[in-house]
């Protein structure tokens, strides 16, 4: 198993390796943290900051009490309680916006690998630690103009749209057909429209290569009997 080769006492739970260790937890989680904060989501810097020390904290908690006290303990069953717990704090950054699209997922998945990044350092796994925390900054900072490179050229497409009366949606449809896009298909949406006494309709459709979506999404908003439309 390939592991950082260090003298013990970064191992043991001397005053070297407790400070190392919740030095990284601050740098990792720290990094993560400014990266979600320059996308101006809620759990920013200090957010990504207090879950990885906190997880560090709770590993070197746990490794202290399986050294010092006498007994059968498992090194795992703090980790596991941190990993559950953070699930509950992610919950608090997703969002369900106004039409319907839901923000926050990979800040919630980002404050989890900050717990697992904390874990890691916590109980001394540092190369693990220093791995995950770049490709989790790569996948934060980079990836996403990767998938919009990808999303950019998928023509399959899901739309959100509010209009006037039911009987706009017939209207609607044969203006997206008069602009090439097959609609594959279409229904109502349950929950509560942005707009009251609106009809709110899910569209999963295919649109034309090179079709440009913005510039469709804005025809489609000028139209009279449309009150909202939206990507999703």
Known sequence: MFSINLPDYFYDLSPVSITLRLVLAVIFGGIIGLQRESRGQFA??????????????????????????????????????????????????????????????????????????????????????????????????????????????????????ELDSIPSMKALSSFMESKGIRILERSTSSAPPVFSDSVALLITAICPSGEDRIKLIEQMNELEYVRLVEEI
């Open 44 to 161: 920013g810097f200090r957010t990504h900051i207090l879950v990885c020390v906190g997880a560090a904290l709770a590993m070197l908690t746990n490794q202290y009490i399986c050294e010092f006290f006498t007994g059968t303990h498992d090194p795992a069953r703090l980790g596991a309680q941190v990993i559950t717990g953070v699930g509950f704090l992610g919950v608090g950054t997703i969002l369900i916006t106004g039409g319907h699209k839901i923000k926050g997922l990979t800040t919630a998945a980002g404050l989890w690998a900050s717990a697992c990044l904390g874990l890691a350092v916590g109980i001394g796994f540092y190369f693990g630690a220093l791995i995950a925390a770049v490709i989790i900054f790569i996948s934060l900072a980079l990836m996403p103009k990767l998938e919009a490179a990808v999303m950019a050229r998928s023509r399959r497409t899901e739309f959100y749209a």
